[in-house]
C-alpha cells in the first residue's frame, strides 16, 4: 500500500490549493479515504472522508464550506480542493486509509498560509 501526497506549498490567506493523494497496491474503488492534517505542535487532525462511490463526504467544522474532497476511481487518486485558506489552515497534510485493519498514511505535504 502507498500513498504519495503532492500539490502543497506557501499560500497567501484567501488563496486556494489543490492537494492530490496517488494511491496504489489495493482496490483503490473499495475504500473510503480521508484527509489528516498536523499543525506544528498539535495533534493529527481529521480534516475530510469520501464514500467508496464519492457521493458521500463528510468534513470536520473547521473547513466545512471552503474544503472539497472529491476522488477519481478510474485513476486511484484522492483530492483536496482548499479555498479560503487561513493561516490556521497551515499543517502537513495526510492522506489516509485503513486497509487490511491496518491505518496507512502518506508522506504528508506541507500547507503553509501566510502573508
Known amino acids: 500500500v502507498q500513498l504519495v501526497e503532492s500539490g502543497g506549498g506557501l499560500v497567501q490567506p484567501g488563496g486556494s490549493l489543490r492537494l492530490s493523494c496517488a494511491v496504489s497496491?489495493?482496490?483503490?474503488?473499495?475504500?473510503?479515504m480521508s484527509w489528516y492534517r498536523q499543525a506544528p505542535g498539535k495533534g493529527r487532525e481529521w480534516v475530510a472522508t469520501?464514500?467508496?462511490?464519492?457521493?458521500?463526504?463528510n468534513y470536520a467544522d473547521s473547513v466545512k464550506g471552503r474544503f472539497t474532497i472529491s476522488r477519481d476511481n478510474g485513476k486511484s487518486m484522492v483530492y483536496l480542493q482548499m479555498n479560503s485558506l487561513k493561516p490556521e489552515d497551515t499543517a502537513v497534510y495526510y492522506c489516509?486509509?485503513?486497509?487490511?485493519?491496518?491505518?496507512?498514511w502518506g508522506q504528508g505535504t506541507q500547507v503553509t498560509v501566510s502573508s
Open positions: 497496491g489495493f482496490t483503490f474503488r473499495n475504500y473510503a
Open positions: 469520501i464514500a467508496v462511490t464519492g457521493g458521500g463526504t
Open positions: 489516509n486509509v485503513v486497509v487490511y485493519q491496518v491505518t496507512r
